[in-house]
Structures are given as structure tokens and as C-alpha cells.
């Protein structure tokens, strides 16, 4: 049996993974609120719990392998956008276990996270279950219409087939860029002017949006927005409900 190992009564093994590294904000969000000290190495973009004291692996784009193969970890937990493939073949090539979550909605964030705490062998948390009864309905009616910039220079916006879509779908808010067949398209600071939303969004991440660096560039209405809430899956799905109540 592996370190952390119990057996069930028809003698079955559970494992408990007692040494995880995160490689994905919103994820070591997630693991700390349950588990905090079997977390032992997340990236620098891990900035939630603002007290998290374990080392840095450097960043999701760029991590340093060597420093997490040193950690001994039993499991790395990787995403499919955050991370590359590369970076994930190479640790399982050296003979670490990564999970990858693969999320492009809400209720597959929720599903994913289900699954990830029950094979760490942890409890799932309580704002997991609330998440679930917050977001996973049918979805609201469209009672106003948003872009949401991601990057500027060049502007970038968030199109079809990704979490953050989905998210804006279920506060009932209708995307103008959403049949875009792109995830992520680029397009200019006009074309994002004359989409027909009531609202920009502007998050501050990736793109740190302020109040003197991005409402200028439209003539369109824009509110400055949690990236954390629109763009992270685990405890801020709870706050991010709330988003809805906040319109306008």
C-alpha cells in the first residue's frame, strides 16, 4: 500500500494523498480550503489563501520541474488551458502522478472538482455542494448583453467554449462575442465598441484592467470586475453568484 493508504472493509485499497502540488490558481484555492497542509508546492499565480506558505514552483506557463520532482509530491493537479502538455508529459515521464482537469463550463468545474476531492481521498468541502446548488439549474433568461476583454494590446475577448462563457451564460448575461468560433478571439477595441453589448467587463486578470486603463477605449458603458470571480473554479464560485445582483 502506498503512503496514506487505508483499506475498506471488503478490503479494497483508498489511497489519501498526504503531498500535492497545484499548478493552477483556482485549484490550489480549492485543495487549501480543505487540506492546506498536504498542499506543498503551487505556483506564483496562486495568490488565494493571500497566507499560503508553501514553495513556489514558478509559474503555470513555465514551471520548474526540478523543483517539483524535489517535493516528492504524490500527485501534481494541472489544468488543460492553464498548463502545457509538455510540461505535464515530462513530469509523468519522470515518474510523477498529474491529474489535468479539463473545464469549459461551470457545472464540468464542479463535476471535476467532486471527482478530484474524492480521488485525494479528501472530504469535499462545503462551499463544493453550494457551488452546486448556485450554479448547476437551468439557465437564467438574458437580461443584458456583455463583452468581456481578457488582454489589450492586442485586445483579445472571451468568445465560445470556455468556463468563463459559460459563468457569464448562467448570471444570465448573454456574451456578444459568444458565437465566435474561437475561444479566445482577437478583435479591436471598435469592433468590441459596436458588438451591441449594454456592458464592457473588465476583469483584472490576465489583463490587470483599471479604472485609467481600459473604460477609456470605449464609448460603451464598462465596469471593473473580479478576474478571480469570473475566471476561477473552486471557493469564489459561491461570491460569484453574486455577480448577478451586482448588474449595473
Known sequence: MVPGATRRANGSQVTTYRRVVSLVPSLTEALASVSRERLVGATDWCTHPAD?????????????????????????????????????????????????????????????MERLFDDLGWPRPGWLSEARELWCGPLPPATRRVAVPIWRDPWMVVGSDNFTADLVRRLGWANVFGDSPERYPHVTAAEIDTAGADVVLLPDEPYVFTAEDGPEAFTTPAELVSGRLLTWYGPSLVEAAGLAGKAG
Open 52 to 112: 499560503l506558505d508553501v514553495v513556489r514552483v514558478r509559474g503555470t506557463k513555465n514551471p520548474d520541474l526540478a523543483a517539483i520532482r524535489a517535493l516528492s509530491p504524490d500527485v501534481v493537479v494541472a489544468n488543460h488551458e492553464e498548463n502545457r502538455e509538455l510540461d505535464v508529459r515530462r513530469l509523468r515521464d519522470a515518474g510523477v502522478e498529474v491529474w489535468v482537469t479539463d473545464i469549459r463550463t461551470v457545472p464540468e468545474g464542479v463535476a471535476s
